[in-house]
């Protein structure tokens, strides 16, 4: 197997054309998406080829659920809150002390929530003394 590597021969800003025709765009934005089309051309003919290129924004937790203290026999809700491209739908996962909370298995957890937003709620810790709830989750 043999590995090229190409110069670039043009370089406009953030997007550079190499050797093989190769179209590179760095720190892809919004801006970016959009149809492209490549072109070659040589005395004997051309031909051209086109491609769409669709940019997402990534998902980014805008309301974090945060460490709180509870008291026995009461219930909490922790949000989870996010920022996402619209043509996307997150999925919320939800962790107690790093393993996946299952939530057909414990009956005192419970999820609720839309397409930007999660809560999850705790209900009557019977468990434990107080303590301090710290989850870790991905959405």
Known sequence: ???????P??????????????LRITNVTKSDAGRYTCVAKNPFGTSSS?????????TKITVPPLSMDATVGESIVLPCE????STL???????????????SRHDHFG????????????E????????????????
């Not at 021969?9 to 190769?22: A, H, K, P, Q, S």
């Not at 086109?50 to 990534?58: N, R, W």
């Not at 739908?89 to 939530?103: A, Q, R, V, Y």
């Open 89 to 103: 739908h997150p999925t919320f996962k939800w962790f107690f002390n790093g393993k996946l909370i299952d939530f």
């Open 1 to 7: 197997m043999r590995i090229a590597f190409y110069q």
């Open 111 to 122: 999820m609720i929530g839309g397409v930007r937003f999660c809560f999850l709620y705790i």
């Open 50 to 58: 086109s491609g769409a290129l669709v940019v997402k924004e990534p």
């Open 9 to 22: 021969i043009f370089i406009y800003f953030r997007r550079t054309i190499l050797e093989d025709g190769t």
């Open 82 to 85: 996010v920022s996402k491209d």
């Open 124 to 139: 009557s810790f019977k468990h434990c003394n107080n303590f301090c709830i710290n989850f870790g989750f991905f959405c």
